[in-house]
């Protein structure tokens, strides 16, 4: 069973840093998309930012963000570990969410998805 374990949110200052980690174990199949999706409160479940490797791809990575979060977070992957982080800088109030590490892979069970990490901005 695929199992998505996510660390690192907490409470920071608008301006602040934080960094979120997710590690996956389980999958029987090579896992070919990792990334993050938050869910505000009152709002729906948006993608932040994702990273796809493999032949489907034309260089062989592809990395996508959103434009509120480009020039800010930055996604990384240690493929041999299977784990995803994301870089959060300076960070708004308005990235308050609850942060979900996801994983996609040719396991027609997926897309799979951690417990969720609460991110909170504020002074």
């Known amino acids: 069973q695929v199992q998505l374990v996510e660390s690192g949110g907490g409470l920071v200052q608008p301006g602040g840093s934080l960094r979120l980690s997710c590690a996956a174990s389980?999958?029987?199949?090579?896992?070919?998309?990792m990334g993050w999706y938050r869910q505000a409160p009152g709002k729906q479940r948006e993608l932040v930012a994702d990273?796809?490797?493999?032949?489907?791809?034309?260089?062989?990575?592809?990395?996508n963000y959103a434009d509120s979060v480009k020039g800010r977070f930055t996604i990384s992957r240690d493929n041999g570990e299977n784990t995803v982080h994301l870089q959060m800088n300076s960070l708004k109030p308005e990235d308050t969410a609850v942060y979900y590490c996801?994983?996609?892979?040719?396991?027609?069970?997926?897309?799979?998805w951690g417990q969720g990490t609460l991110v909170t901005v504020s002074e």
């Open positions: 996801y994983t996609k892979s040719a396991d027609p069970r997926g897309p799979y």
């Open positions: 990273s796809t490797t493999g032949s489907t791809t034309i260089t062989g990575s592809d990395t």
């Open positions: 389980g999958s029987a199949f090579s896992i070919l998309t």
